[in-house]
């Protein structure tokens, strides 16, 4: 049974930093690309970084660059997200994909932006 687990989401305050962390099993996590998404209330999920099965490529959307770091453990089989100097607008549902033969998602983790 394939897992996709984030944790790591929480409150903080404009300017902090949080690192999410998407723990995989059931699936040969090397063989997959992995991306987060993030889903604010009302809006659609978008994309939010994206990174190659080797880890040696990885994309950002316009608004977290510079900011957000995406990368992975394939001993570990694990990704994560580190987020830097966060802004209000970073508030959201984050979301882990795998992307290989098959795509499965994570359940979400919350992550709060709030002055």
């Known amino acids: 049974q394939v897992q996709l687990v984030e944790s790591g989401g929480g409150l903080v305050q404009p300017g902090e930093s949080l690192r999410l962390s998407c723990a995989t099993s059931?699936?040969?996590?090397?063989?997959?690309?992995m991306s987060w998404y993030r889903q604010a209330p009302g809006k659609e999920r978008e994309l939010v970084a994206v990174?190659?099965?080797?880890?040696?490529?990885?994309n950002y959307a316009d608004s977290v660059k510079g900011r957000f770091t995406i990368s992975r453990d394939n001993n570990k089989n694990t990704l994560y997200l580190q987020m830097n100097s966060l802004k209000l607008e970073d508030t959201g549902v984050y979301y882990c994909k795998a992307d290989g033969s098959m795509v499965y998602w994570g359940q979400g983790t919350q992550v709060t932006v709030s002055s």
């Open positions: 059931g699936l040969l996590f090397w063989f997959y690309g």
């Open positions: 990174i190659s099965r080797g880890g040696g490529s990885t």
